[in-house]
Nanobody
Framework: QVQLVESGGGSVQPGGSLRLSCAAS????????MRWYRQTPGKERELVAV???????NYSDSVKGRFTISRDNAKNTVYLQMNSLKPDDTAVYYC?????????WGQGTQVTVTS
């Protein structure tokens, strides 16, 4: 069974950094486009970053220049490095893989940016 497990969330002050991890199992993440989303209460889930199987990346305007998506293929893990964090970045962050038309999500990890 495909599984995605996020970790690395926590509470940080504005301007701080966090690195989120998304550990994949039962499939090879390097052969799939991997995505990070975030969601706050009452709002739709927002696409934050994309890393394609060709290793191209895309970011939402709200995080461009501050967040970096990357992979460690040996660990079958995708990362989201978040720098210069702002209170507006507070959300639950999810990773997603789409395999043969089915979307698989992790359980999410909470990021809170507050002074």
């Amino acid at each position: 069974q495909v599984q995605l497990v996020e970790s690395g969330g926590g509470s940080v002050q504005p301007g701080g950094s966090l690195r989120l991890s998304c550990a994949a199992s039962r499939f090879t993440a390097s052969s799939r486009t991997m995505r990070w989303y975030r969601q706050t209460p009452g709002k739709e889930r927002e696409l934050v970053a994309v890393n394609t199987s060709a290793a191209t990346t895309n970011y939402s305007d709200s995080v461009k220049g501050r967040f970096t998506i990357s992979r460690d293929n040996a660990k079958n893990t995708v990362y989201l490095q978040m720098n210069s964090l702002k209170p507006d970045d507070t959300a639950v962050y999810y990773c997603k893989a789409s395999i043969m038309g089915v979307d698989y999500w992790g359980q999410g990890t909470q990021v809170t940016v507050t002074s």
